[in-house]
């Protein structure tokens, strides 16, 4: 098998044990088969009554404790951990399945592929009633927006980001998405220069909210969004089309 960065995985053909590195993919692999997660990190929110073994964080996984769960195969996202722990873990004889998204076609496809061919699962429902969801996506009202996920200082997201193609479903255009960078630090100033018509804030990864964000932007309306809506590829996105069509105020 070959996952999203055409890495061969030696996937055992009976996967039993699942440790999961990525919040959304706990709460994919939770909604299809939750007995065969033994792992997840600490980030990993959804489902509340998850009951697994914590392994830290997505950046500073406990190798040790991943490696004594005896994990038939470990999930994780290129751009959420860090190649070097990956790598450590291969050495161990653990196989690795790495997602790559950076639009929600492209999740749709990553997580089919994980789940059938990484986890040995069937296609769940779940996947159909997300890809329905998004299909029916009523059209907007164009506008051009800035995405802050950080402050302290400013990032906001840039070229080729899975937020920003989300958003272009609600006819929002992500006014940074020609930069060098995928998630350039630019300056407040830079940002208001780019004379958005719309700023979207999430609460995450930095927790943006009424009193925290707006004020920066005087005069330019802002969304407070859900962040596990914008960000997350997993179950979650079945229900993103309306929970963010709403905070859009569509």
Request: aromatic share 6%.
């Amino acid at each position: 098998m070959r996952d999203d960065l055409d890495l061969t995985v030696p996937v055992p053909a009976d996967v039993r044990r699942v440790v999961s590195l990525v919040p959304s993919l706990t709460e994919a692999v939770a909604a299809s088969a939750p007995g065969l997660l033994v792992g997840a990190t600490d980030w990993c929110s959804h489902p509340a009554e998850l009951d697994v073994v914590r392994v830290r964080g997505t950046k500073n996984p406990d190798l040790d404790t991943i490696r004594a769960l005896a994990p038939d195969l470990v999930l994780a996202n290129e751009e959420e951990n860090r190649a070097v722990d990956l790598a450590a873990l291969r050495a161990a004889g653990i196989a690795v399945w790495v997602t790559r998204v950076r639009g929600l076609d492209e999740a749709f496809t990553a997580l089919e592929r994980m789940l059938v061919h990484g986890c040995r699962l069937p296609a769940p429902p779940w996947l159909d009633r997300c890809r329905a969801a998004w299909a029916a996506v009523p059209p907007a009202r164009p506008r051009r927006a800035i995405i802050p996920v950080w402050r302290r200082p400013w990032m906001a997201a840039g070229r080729d980001t899975f937020a920003a193609d989300v958003l272009s479903r609600f006819a929002v255009e992500n006014v940074l998405a020609t930069h060098a960078e995928r998630w350039p630090k630019v300056s407040l100033e830079e940002l208001l220069a780019t004379g958005p018509d719309l700023v979207v804030l999430p609460d995450e990864p930095y927790a943006f909210d009424a009193e925290d964000g707006p004020e920066a932007f005087p005069g330019i309306p802002t969304a407070l969004v859900s962040g596990r809506h914008l960000t997350w590829y997993g179950p979650s996105l079945a229900e993103a089309p309306a929970v963010l069509g709403a905070q859009l105020g569509l």
